[in-house]
């Protein structure tokens, strides 16, 4: 077959010539290779399964051929040369070669059945297994004799796949298909190999179907949001599809498996639904939450998607001491700052500052700065702003409060409760336990005691005090004490007792005073009155304004008092003795506990079952532990018309019209009398000077004490006899009265005691007089016990309480500077004297 290789043009020269056969895979079956050489010297090369050895390019003719011997009948076809110019452009040129045969007399013998083998294993292709999708195919058709030898060819889906096919041995004939990746084209899909050596007999023909595990094409969360809650719960789904068999889907969070708690659903032959019942943590923020499909039978098929999560929580609070301090070593003054770690998604907007659970405010008075961002400021601390402390944010997503932090603040001994002066009540020969209560942080190291009598100031020895536990009934645990004995063995030893305690912040400044002062039975009570009612709760419901009611509807009577001087002991309880005056018979006797005090400053009974018509007695009492008082008597009591009786006060005929005037009338008289002769005291004391004092060493100026008591008008009847008492009682206490201790000041309570109530005048016997305090040793009292005043009842074993300075008695006086309501006080230049 000629080639014209000549090139267009001079100095061009030829560098490669191809021939082409049917244009069968666009490759060559033949070559010329001229590139760095001469044509003739080209390098040639002949397709081993086209013409093999049979052809050669002759270039030394004009014009060129490719020679081909033998012809076979194969070699029909449609040729094309193609010369390549180094410079020129390519030359095509085809060439039609028609090969005729000659008749072969000989008969045709057909090859046997195709038979296909997978693989170098070479076994039957019948029991092939599934193949994964991107792996690669094996498959080999052998055929067996047939004269001429058979053609053997690969057909997919109609299209020849592969034709090139090789003779083994003499009757043999193999085509090898090679497949390097398996797609998912070849799902059931049918290869045929057909073998055909002649075109007078049908092709034999064998076939084979494959089946292919898929991998999946996609998997998405179709459920993904812009942000989620913490701790809230949701369902989160994902589909896969694609996959042959169904996907395994599962959910990971970072590189965590998220385990039971997905559920997953085929809802179609290759389409798998997967939903995670999901509740984000406020870890999970920032974190990616994975949703994987994979077909477990294909290696390497997983797929992912992938979401960020933006988890949106309330604030995450802590409290912390500045890092600069040390939480035990804060002594009053110091400043002291607090930081508030907040975490939180989306940030907060607010952030509070609380101590004991009370909310803190910008106080620069007080010492309380925010200073913004995340801090607190305390400046000069006390021992008051020691507390729990916390702070709190908030953002859309709620707020949080941080676990409080305690802030102990050291400081030097106080007196406990602040209270810094108690009154104690005893007897001679008596000794009373004295404990001395402070409150100090660190706890002290020592306490110190003192003795003033006036007199002279001592220091009490080691030996007589020791420290004293806390006591039970109080969680005050920065509470410290240290009880002293004392023994009252003369009048010196009355006085005033002083306690001192130090630690390692300092001294305490203010010392706690103990008052000791003789103890006796309580004073009578006080403006005690009775009421008719129709209810036993009046007095309970806010009804200060008792009004008469009509004797047909009065069937309970209530009697209130005041309270006197409670002795130097607290007051236990409160007696009323009921008894009727046609026979003297005693009716009944009503207790009333101390501790059962309603908003009245005394007593209230509540007397029932008392017959209309009939005179009673009541006989009202208050005791402490050293016995009853002098009763109060109030007689005659009837249940009528008479709505009110009062201590000092008569029963005035209804009937009467000119009561009212009278009872004006009679306190007027009486107010003159008493501004009379209280004149006629002052002038008497400033012209005649007292007895003479024995020597002591100098003192301030006493301070004297003057009870005053008001009396109703209604008294005006024995206002007479008692307005030249006083002056008797006074000239008889100071030509009676022993001097043996011109320390103290002689109270001039003793002089006036309550009278005992009588309102029917008629009847009424001559008041009772309390006994003088002269006289207190010889008085038959109970056995003593040391009792301290205060507002809180602290008993201790030896039978000790306290009491605040609000409420000694004003009957009482005190050689301390403690403030009671009604006391009047007076200058004298008198050394202080006995207030017993």
Known sequence: MPCDIDPPIKDETVIMVFWYKDEKDGEPIYSVDARGRQITQAKLWSHPYVFGERAVMRTNVKPAELEIEPLESTDSGVYRCRVDFKNSPTKNQKINLAVVVELNLLPAVPPKKPVIYTGASRILAKILQPLNEGSEMSLLCEVIGGSPPPKVTWYFEGKVLDDTYTHEHEDITINRLDISKVTRDFLRARLICKANNTQLMTPLTSEIILDVNLKPLVVNITSKRSHLSALRTYEIECLSSGSRP?????????????????????????????????????????????????????????????????????????????????????????????????????????????????????????????????????????????????CMAAN????????????????????????????????????????????????????????????????????????????????????????????????????????????????????????????????????????????????????????????????????????????????????????????????????????????????????????????????????????????????????????????????????????????????????????????????????????????????????????KEDRSASSAPSSTNDAQHPDDLKQQINAEMPDDDPDVIPSKAVERRPDIFEPDYASSRPSERPKDFRYHEELDYPSPSSVLHAKDSWIYPNGYAEKGEKSLSPLRPSTLPVHRTHDIYTRSSRVQESCI
């Not at 992912?304 to 609070?317: C, F, G």
């Not at 607090?338 to 609380?354: G, T």
């Not at 009492?621 to 249940?639: F, H, I, M, Q």
């Open 396 to 707: 859309v997503e709620g707020k949080s409060i941080s676990r409080p932090v305690t802030l102990e603040v050291m400081y030097a001994p106080i007196c406990k409760d602040g209270t810094s002066t108690q009154v104690v009540g005893a007897l001679k020969h008596e000794t009373i336990s004295l404990v001395c209560g402070v409150q100090s942080k660190p706890p002290p190291i020592t306490f110190f005691w003192t003795f003033n009598n006036s007199g002279e100031l001592m220091s009490m020895p080691a030996t007589r005090f020791a420290h004293v536990k806390q006591p039970s009934f109080t969680n005050n645990w920065h509470w410290h004490g240290s009880r002293l004995n004392h023994t009252l063995k003369t009048d010196m030893d009355y006085g005033t007792v002083a306690c001192w305690a130090r630690n390692r912040i300092g001294e305490q400044r203010t010392p706690c005073l103990f008052q000791i002062i003789v103890a006796g039975k309580p004073y009578p009570l006080q403006n005690c009155t009775a009421l008719q009612s129709t209810g036993p709760y009046a007095h309970r419901m806010g009804h200060e304004d008792f009004k008469a009611t009509d004797s047909r509807d009065a069937d309970w009577l209530i009697v209130r008092c005041a309270e006197g001087f409670d002795g130097g002991l607290p007051l236990i309880n409160y007696e009323l003795e009921i008894y009727s005056e046609e026979n003297d018979y005693h009716v009944n006797t009503i207790y009333l506990n101390r501790t059962d005090r309603f908003a009245s400053p005394g007593p209230v009974f509540e007397i029932s079952g008392l017959e209309p018509g009939r005179n009673y007695r009541l006989h009202l009492y208050a005791v402490n532990a050293k016995g009853r008082s002098d009763p109060v008597v109030l007689e005659p009591v009837t249940l009528k018309g008479v709505a009110m009786y009062t201590t000092g006060r008569g029963i005035a005929d209804e009937t009467t019209d000119y009561s009212l005037l009278v009872a004006f009338f009679a306190g007027g008289i009486t107010a003159i009398c008493i501004l009379i002769v209280g004149v006629t005291l002052t002038l008497y004391r400033r012209n005649h000077p007292t007895r003479t004092i024995k020597s002591q060493p100098a003192e301030p100026p006493s301070t004297r004490y003057e009870y």
């Open 246 to 390: 169904e996907a395994v889907i599962t959910w990971w969070k970072g590189t965590h498996q998220v385990k039971h708690m997905a559920r997953n659903f085929a809802d179609s032959p290759n389409v798998t639904r997967s939903v995670l019942s999901y509740v984000p943590t406020i870890e999970d923020d920032g974190k990616f939450l994975m949703c994987r499909a994979e077909n477990p039978v294909v290696p390497n098929s997983a797929l992912e998607d992938k979401w960020h999560l933006l988890v949106y929580y309330a604030p995450v609070v802590s409290i912390k001491l500045g890092s600069s301090l040390r939480a035990n070593d804060i002594n009053e003054g110091d400043d002291v700052y607090f930081e508030c770690d907040i975490r939180a998604n989306p940030r907060s907007y607010k952030l509070l500052w609380f101590k004991d659970g009370k909310e803190l405010h910008q106080n620069t008075t007080a010492g309380i700065i925010l200073p913004g961002g995340q801090s607190l400021v305390l400046q000069s601390v006390t021992k008051a702003s020691a507390g729990e402390y916390s």
